[in-house]
């Protein structure tokens, strides 16, 4: 059987597998080529200009399509904090400046919070599909809170400060399985995963 393409807007390779795992566990694969931008010629960035984590993943999904014309998906995520205004959100990659890394963006983090007291926060994936012409979207959602300081060194990003709810320990501290069992990113490509598994069964 023939397998229909699908393509990540994403040049992130561990990006890429991780969807992979998700879409094979689901008994997909056997229905989908899963490709990423290098796969269809792209180099560069994809740009990352909107002002939201929605709008951000439908342009890069848009940038995708329209080069390729495959199925095409990509997401976008940010820390939302609720103390600073859902802030960094879309400028959780670039909250200490442009050419900030993560240990800036946390410390930035940090400095901001200091003498609060409600320190609740939410990591947020938005993943924009385009199948067969239509835009559908995605949300995986994982509530916690920002730590006073950083514990472990796992993960990436703002892990080593985050602790997610119901567990005494961050992102930073948890392994890789643990974390992708609760994580953000896991359910909005899950719940992508069931879409694409309802379109292929019609």
């Known amino acids: 059987m023939a397998t229909r393409p699908l393509l990540m807007a994403t040049m992130n390779r561990h990006k890429l597998e991780e969807v992979r795992n998700i879409l094979d566990n689901s008994g997909l694969m056997s229905h989908f080529t899963l490709m990423d931008m290098h796969d269809v010629g792209f180099t560069g960035d994809i740009p990352e200009v909107e002002m939201t984590l929605e709008g951000n993943a439908r342009a890069k999904s848009m940038v995708g399509y329209n080069l390729s014309g495959f199925d095409c998906f990509a997401d976008?995520?940010?820390l939302e904090v609720l103390s600073l205004g859902g802030a960094p959100g879309v400028h959780s990659a670039r909250y200490a400046g442009e050419d900030a890394d993560a240990g800036k963006n946390i410390d930035r983090l940090l400095s901001?919070?200091?003498?609060?007291?409600?320190?609740?926060?939410?990591?947020?994936?938005?993943?924009?599909?385009?199948?067969?012409?239509?835009?559908?979207?995605?949300?995986?959602?994982?509530?916690?809170?920002?730590?006073?300081?950083?514990?472990?060194?796992?993960?990436?990003?703002?892990?080593?400060?985050?602790r997610p709810n119901g567990y005494s320990v961050s992102f930073g501290i948890m392994d890789a399985a643990e974390k992708n069992r609760i994580s953000h990113r896991y359910q909005a490509i899950r719940k992508m995963a069931t879409f694409l598994k309802q379109q292929i069964n019609k």
């Not at 012409?133 to 959602?141: A, I, L, R, Y």
């Open 76 to 78: 976008d995520t940010g």
């Open 112 to 162: 901001e919070l200091k003498g609060f007291t409600n320190r609740k926060a939410r990591f947020r994936t938005v993943i924009s599909l385009l199948f067969e012409g239509d835009e559908f979207t995605f949300e995986g959602v994982v509530e916690g809170e920002i730590l006073t300081e950083r514990r472990g060194v796992k993960g990436f990003g703002y892990d080593p400060v985050f």
